[in-house]
């Protein structure tokens, strides 16, 4: 997954917590970068018509972004699900998050094979707690036994 897409994803998610435009701050705050390099890849975004962004009040995403940041926080899902139900990876949370940038669509997609993703991924995704709402239960499940 490349740097965009990786802005589109958290702009996405940040856009679902707003329930509206995405702050630039809030952008950085997810990606752990300045709200300086924010603003930069924003602009790039923009210039690409991945997205629209207005001065004090935040970023929306045009549909092409919508489609393309879907598809990253998928990718992202399956990251995690294969780390914590094949690999068993406890902080599997941490570790897609190093993953993510590095694992691309074709690697994405044969790990897809591998696992049991749900068929509504990534509605499943639970923006507050920043994991897969069904991966969680079934940790929880998993922990409980």
């Given at each position: 997954?490349?740097?965009?897409?990786q802005y589109?994803?958290?702009?996405?998610?940040?856009?679902?917590?707003e329930?509206?435009p995405?702050?630039t701050?809030a952008?950085?705050?997810?990606l752990d970068?300045?709200?300086?390099?924010?603003n930069?890849?924003?602009?790039?975004?923009e210039?690409?018509g991945?997205?629209?962004?207005?001065?004090?009040?935040?970023?929306?995403?045009?549909?092409?972004?919508i489609?393309?940041?879907?598809d990253?926080?998928?990718?992202?899902?399956?990251?995690?699900r294969?780390?914590?139900?094949?690999?068993?990876?406890?902080s599997?949370?941490?570790?897609a998050?190093?993953?993510?940038?590095?694992?691309?669509?074709?690697v994405?997609?044969r790990?897809?094979?591998?696992?049991?993703?749900a068929?509504?991924?990534?509605?499943?995704?639970a923006h507050?707690?920043?994991v897969?709402s069904l991966?969680?239960?079934?940790?929880d499940?998993?922990?409980?036994?």
């Amino acid at each position: 997954m490349n740097t965009a897409d990786q802005y589109l994803k958290a702009i996405y998610l940040v856009q679902q917590l707003e329930d509206g435009p995405a702050s630039t701050g809030a952008v950085a705050e997810q990606l752990d970068v300045s709200p300086a390099s924010a603003n930069e890849m924003i602009g790039k975004l923009e210039s690409r018509g991945l997205c629209h962004h207005e001065k004090y009040k935040g970023v929306d995403l045009s549909e092409e972004g919508i489609g393309r940041a879907r598809d990253a926080l998928q990718q992202y899902c399956i990251i995690e699900r294969f780390l914590l139900q094949v690999l068993e990876v406890e902080s599997f949370r941490a570790e897609a998050t190093q993953l993510e940038p590095v694992i691309d669509e074709t690697v994405a997609e044969r790990l897809d094979t591998i696992i049991n993703r749900a068929p509504q991924c990534p509605d499943c995704f639970a923006h507050e707690e920043d994991v897969c709402s069904l991966l969680a239960h079934e940790r929880d499940v998993a922990d409980a036994d």
